[in-house]
């Protein structure tokens, strides 16, 4: 009704940060008007952060942390980041980002689409089983997703792939060939800080920092992009595996796999990206409407290009992904020169 009404005659009077929580997670104490958390019901997807006027909400920084361990020369520091920074510090390309991020004291980095690739590919068999037998699978790569399923559709629990998310196949990768190695993950989504918290991850993930926190540390270094020498673009992950970032992209990069596999293979794909439209999606799941489907469920709206620890706008995020996408030398997920991160999803 309130979005109908040609007069504005409907308000919805709820605080921003009550109004933002798709899972109801955020409440007001009637008698002396404190909102607090329900973390029993929160699923870590950074809404109220963003919606909440006056900074009240926050995650935690573990900014000192990778500082600190950057300081301490006695041991390597890499970054994974995701494809999503495709444009989030204006023109500077993913291979110049490299370069800055060495310039801070990183050992070296890597893009997070050579462990998408590896995560396709793991899914795509997955995905293939649940052809054969019946029943629908979902995807596994965002954290607030699957903590949606865990909190609250727990009899779905068993229905998410169980393939780790691009961060942890990466990251993985990374200490096999470096062991003893500290591992920073650079994304867009404060809830990624929950799932590298994890007891059978957070050995391979060190740190977290979303792309806000990233772009603080590079002001604070007062770090000249334009000053930085020339690199050549980044030809490492495929097509499918930087599409991740966007939503739709989890589930074309599998069904695109197993139909040039296995053509006579038929795979329904439905995607929702915003938890509002995953609580829908999950609810069909649950009632048996979605057998047969691999499901892709993403917390924000477009998907990764979205995050709560984003610096520019899901369109111009998503533009610019376009075009990293289109520079890609490999285009499906098998066309990856890391073929062997596969091994590091088990």
Request: charged share 25%; with cysteine.
């Amino acid at each position: 009704c309130a979005q109908a009404c040609p007069y504005n005659a409907i308000a919805d009077a709820r605080r921003p940060c009550v109004r933002s929580c798709p899972v109801d997670a955020i409440s007001v104490d009637k008698k002396n008007r404190r909102a607090f958390i329900d973390y029993s019901k929160c699923i870590s997807c950074g809404n109220c952060t963003v919606a909440c006027p006056f900074s009240a909400i926050s995650d935690v920084s573990m900014i000192t942390d990778v500082i600190e361990a950057i300081r301490d020369k006695t041991q390597e520091v890499y970054a994974c980041f995701a494809p999503s920074i495709e444009g989030q510090f204006g023109g500077v390309s993913v291979g110049e980002m490299i370069r800055a991020l060495q310039y801070l004291g990183f050992t070296d980095a890597m893009e997070v689409s050579l462990g998408a690739d590896a995560t396709a590919y793991y899914e795509a068999q997955e995905a293939k089983e649940v052809a054969r037998e019946g029943g629908h699978m979902t995807t596994s790569c965002c954290p607030a997703f699957y903590n949606m399923v865990a909190k609250h559709y727990p009899a779905l629990l068993d229905k998410v792939s169980h393939t780790v998310s691009p961060m942890v196949a990466t990251a993985r990768y990374i200490k096999k060939r470096h062991p003893g190695a500290t591992v920073v993950f650079i994304g867009p989504c404060a809830a990624k800080k929950l799932e590298a918290m994890q007891d059978d991850i957070r050995t391979d993930v060190d740190f977290v920092l979303t792309y806000e926190e990233l772009m603080g540390i590079f002001e604070a270094r007062d770090i000249d992009f334009s000053q930085l020498p020339d690199s050549p673009d980044l030809d490492e992950g495929t097509r499918a595996g930087r599409g991740f970032a966007v939503a739709g992209g989890v589930a074309a990069a599998v069904e695109e796999l197993i139909h040039k596999e296995h053509p006579e293979c038929q795979i329904k794909t439905q995607r929702a990206d915003g938890l509002r439209e995953c609580r829908k999606l999950l609810m069909l799941a649950k009632a048996g409407k979605l057998d047969g489907y691999l499901l892709e469920g993403m917390a924000c709206p477009g998907g990764c290009v979205a995050g709560a620890g984003t610096v520019v706008s899901a369109d111009t995020a998503a533009k610019k992904l376009s075009q990293h996408m289109a520079q890609a030398t490999g285009g499906a997920a098998d066309d990856s020169r890391y073929r062997d991160l596969a091994d590091q999803l088990n």
